[in-house]
């Protein structure tokens, strides 16, 4: 297939262009309808940059009503939005393990094993799509899948509803941020709002962008330097270190078939849009907080960042990476790991 046929407008740029240290592949960008809406989800307070990277800060604070993040808050935690009333959003997106349950597979209700890793919920504002295959634009969209995947969450919006106005608090609550009776758009917008809320600014390589040069060490910054010279920063950057285009997983060799045949699941992109240039398409997931999301990729398979990075240095790059390389790429990502109320995570 040629590259013209992937896309309308083809988008190429050698990554020497972005300031890199060295050629790597060409690779296919973002087109500018897809840069448009690679625009984060959230109200900020900037974070400015000192320096001119392609990576940038996560804002240290949030512009968002604080009645809406504590109602959504425990909503979040709720676990009477599932159908037998034991799972909450909390349960695969635990704050407490990066925002994330550390499974390969979530498990829902009743023990269902769902068919991909759940991403962090940590930083999820920045994302310009929700779900690995950016079914959803939005947080408030995002909510209606776990809630009616019977591998889930297992429920519907009625039961859901009645089972909050049974609860004279939520009652009460509801209608003092947005009037009389409860609807789906106001539990979604809530919960969408709590998330919104859930960064994690502070890194030490965020400390490094605004002007501390000691936040990192010399093998942290060479991993760095490796990082761009590599070409991962061209998939890998904005505020989240990803989370702002759909690239294809198996770009220079075919990870599918070595891993031993595809999933449903692992068709990505091409289950929303049926379009073959989306075929194994995903949304480049954010690698803020990396260091303790494992296991990694949408199907679970890498259990340590040394894994995945060498997974991803040759189906994504076409490079066998010595080992030294591969740990001083681990170095640098590891400074990406921030703070959470005031507490690394």
């Not at 959504?72 to 407490?96: I, P, Q, V, Y």
Request: hydrophobic letters at 35%; one cysteine or more; aromatic letters at 8%.
């Amino acid at each position: 297939m040629s590259l013209s046929s992937r896309r309308p407008i083809l988008y190429l740029l050698a990554l020497t262009s972005v300031g890199l240290l060295g050629l790597a592949p060409w690779i296919l960008l973002p087109s500018p309808a897809e840069r448009r809406m690679a625009v984060p989800d959230v109200k900020t307070s900037k974070g400015v940059s000192t320096i001119n990277e392609p990576i940038y800060p996560i804002p240290r604070q949030m512009e968002l009503d604080a009645r809406k993040v504590a109602l959504g808050k425990r909503l979040f935690h709720e676990t009477r939005l599932s159908g037998d009333n034991s799972t909450a959003c909390a349960s695969c997106h635990d704050l407490g393990k990066a925002g994330t349950d550390q499974l390969p597979r979530s498990i829902g209700i009743d023990g269902r094993l769902g068919t991909v890793n759940a991403p962090t919920v940590f930083n999820s504002g920045f994302n310009f799509k929700q779900f690995w295959d950016g079914r959803a634009d939005t947080l408030e969209a995002q909510i209606d899948g776990p809630i009616h995947n019977p591998r889930e969450m297992g429920s519907n919006w009625p039961d859901i509803l009645r089972k909050l106005e049974q609860d004279p608090g939520y009652a009460a609550t509801f209608a003092s941020l947005y009037g009389r009776g409860i609807r789906p758009d106001h539990v979604k917008d809530a919960i969408a709002t709590f998330e919104r809320s859930l960064i994690t600014p502070n890194s030490r390589f965020d400390k490094f962008l605004r002007g501390d040069g000691a936040a990192i060490t010399a093998e942290e910054r060479e991993g760095y330097l490796l990082f761009k010279s590599l070409g991962c920063v061209a998939c890998h950057q904005g505020v989240s270190v990803g989370g702002n285009m759909f690239q294809t997983f198996g770009v220079m060799a075919d990870y599918f078939a070595d891993r031993g045949g595809p999933t449903a699941a692992d068709l990505g992109r091409f289950n929303v849009t049926g379009q073959e240039p989306d075929r194994y398409r995903f949304k480049v997931p954010s690698l803020r907080n990396v260091d303790r999301t494992a296991p990694y990729f949408h199907d679970g398979s890498a259990t340590t960042l040394e894994q995945a990075v060498t997974v991803m240095a040759r189906y994504q790059l076409g490079r066998t990476l010595a080992r030294a390389d591969v740990d001083r790429v681990v170095k640098f990502l590891r400074t990406l790991t921030g703070e959470y109320d005031g507490r690394s995570l």
